[in-house]
């Protein structure tokens, strides 16, 4: 299996990496330069803990109501920055590890807010690309950057499958 984390298959991952990064910078963007405000989500979603089978679990309409919705601002900042700094280090593959658990952080949060859409299949890429490891980064720029990093640490760099 250590065929998947090789080079020849690293090509299909940062493909994988880069459609993922456009899809959260189509996002972000739209929310950073235009008047993004995520008030009417989080009634939305509060609303959606109601009824026979809410779509929100109780738990977490109590989070979004008495965080969330007093701090509305802070998760308007939090939400579009994230959602544009995510897909440029997605489309980069600089800090690619932690964009990808930015970005299913987010994901995983829209999910509990009862909100479908492209949630799942986003969700599920970066949990893909975060099982393949280095792999994911391979062709990309934290490739040369913890390499680089390591050297000056007196480390050995890390080997990527041949």
Not at 31 to 38: I, N, P
Not at 117 to 132: C, H, K, M, Q, R
């Given at each position: 299996?250590?065929?998947?984390?090789?080079?020849?298959?690293?090509?299909?991952w940062?493909?994988?990496?880069?459609?993922?990064?456009?899809?959260?910078?189509?996002?972000?963007?739209?929310?950073?330069?235009?008047?993004?405000?995520?008030?009417?989500?989080?009634?939305?979603?509060?609303?959606?803990?109601?009824?026979?089978?809410?779509?929100?679990?109780?738990?977490?309409?109590?989070?979004?109501?008495?965080?969330?919705?007093?701090?509305?601002?802070?998760f308007?900042?939090?939400?579009?920055?994230?959602?544009l700094?995510?897909?440029?280090?997605?489309?980069?593959?600089?800090?690619?590890i932690?964009?990808?658990?930015?970005?299913?952080?987010m994901?995983?949060?829209?999910?509990?807010?009862?909100?479908?859409?492209?949630?799942?299949?986003?969700?599920?890429?970066?949990?893909?690309?975060?099982?393949?490891?280095?792999?994911?980064?391979?062709?990309?720029?934290?490739?040369?950057?913890?390499?680089?990093v390591?050297?000056?640490?007196?480390?050995e760099?890390?080997?990527?499958?041949q």
């Amino acid at each position: 299996m250590s065929w998947i984390k090789g080079p020849k298959m690293a090509v299909l991952w940062t493909l994988l990496r880069i459609w993922l990064g456009v899809q959260w910078i189509q996002a972000g963007w739209e929310k950073v330069t235009g008047e993004f405000d995520a008030s009417g989500f989080l009634q939305g979603a509060i609303g959606k803990a109601s009824g026979d089978h809410p779509a929100v679990s109780g738990w977490y309409a109590t989070f979004l109501e008495n965080v969330a919705v007093p701090n509305v601002g802070l998760f308007n900042f939090l939400v579009a920055w994230g959602e544009l700094l995510v897909g440029i280090g997605l489309i980069l593959g600089a800090a690619t590890i932690p964009a990808l658990i930015a970005g299913a952080f987010m994901n995983l949060n829209f999910l509990l807010a009862g909100t479908t859409s492209t949630n799942p299949i986003l969700y599920t890429v970066a949990f893909i690309l975060l099982g393949v490891g280095t792999a994911s980064y391979y062709w990309g720029v934290d490739r040369f950057v913890i390499n680089y990093v390591r050297n000056r640490q007196g480390k050995e760099s890390i080997n990527f499958k041949q």
